[in-house]
């Protein structure tokens, strides 16, 4: 599929995935929602590919939905405009789709990050950002709700009282604020963003990537279980880490002292 909102670069097993609109901060359209869909699962398919970096064109990183669009939709007879199914049928799948996919994403957050775009930055794996970017629930500002799994990631990252001041203020914060408060890993200098991203997503692809996969599992799992569950979870994904070439690999480099080559097989 070529793609009209996004740009994609492969070098080695790092692919990176731009958002870009960057006119309007990237903010997401259709187009722009099934592309990125499209991507993931292309992403997913290709065993050349062992590590993901999302990041934005221009000074924007995603200002979440694309209001234009929302502005031109025509109510039903109940006055719906369809949001339910919209989101069930795009974003809902998106971050399914990032929460799943067996691969590490690395997003790199170089502007500002509102409403669904801050959603994606919370569904990522490991998350950089440029000191000149920010984050905002711009839900309630627009009379919303926060949608793309923000009421599920953001208590968890950063606790319910700070969670419940972005939601219910919508204000803006620093990246430097968001790496205080656990929101993202680390904040960087704008001109440094995105070779500490490659040098991160070239790290990650260097590793067994059926572990990366198994441990997101693993996570995602025990995020929504209890204790016993997770245990039991546990040792499913050890058996299944404990049959790949990696795995073996590994055990083999330590004992031979010397540094092990992974092929994420
Ligand atoms: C935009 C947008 C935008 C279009 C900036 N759309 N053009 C799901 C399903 C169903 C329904 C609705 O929602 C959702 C999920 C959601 O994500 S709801 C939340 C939607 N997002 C927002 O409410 C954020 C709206 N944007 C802003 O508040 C500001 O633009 C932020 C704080 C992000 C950035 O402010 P500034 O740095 O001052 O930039 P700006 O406002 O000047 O924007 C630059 C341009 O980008 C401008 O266009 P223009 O042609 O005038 O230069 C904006 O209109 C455009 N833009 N966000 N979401």
Known sequence: M??????????????????????????????????????????????????????????????????????????DERGS?????????????????????????????????AGAGMSLVMASDLRLAAESASFLQAFVKIGLVPDSGSTWFLPRLIGQARAMEMMLTGRRISAEQAEAWGLINRVVPDDQLMAEAHALAQEMAALPTKSIGYIKRGVNFATTTSLEEALDFEADMQELAGR???????VAAFLEKRPPEYKGR
């Open 2 to 75: 070529a793609y009209e909102t996004l740009l994609t670069e492969q070098e080695g097993a790092v692919l990176t995935i731009t958002l870009n609109r960057p006119d309007k901060l990237n903010a997401a359209t259709d187009e722009l929602l099934t592309e990125l869909i499209d991507a993931f699962k292309q992403a997913g398919r290709d065993e050349g590919v062992r590590a993901i970096i999302l990041t934005g064109a221009g000074r924007g990183f995603c200002a979440g939905q694309d209001l234009a669009s929302v502005q031109a939709r025509v109510p």
């Open 81 to 113: 405009l369809g949001y339910g199914d919209h989101l069930r049928h795009t974003y809902n799948q998106l971050i399914k789709r990032m929460r799943t996919i067996e691969k590490p994403i690395v997003v790199a957050v170089n502007g500002v990050a």
């Open 244 to 250: 790949t070439e990696d795995h073996k690999e590994g």
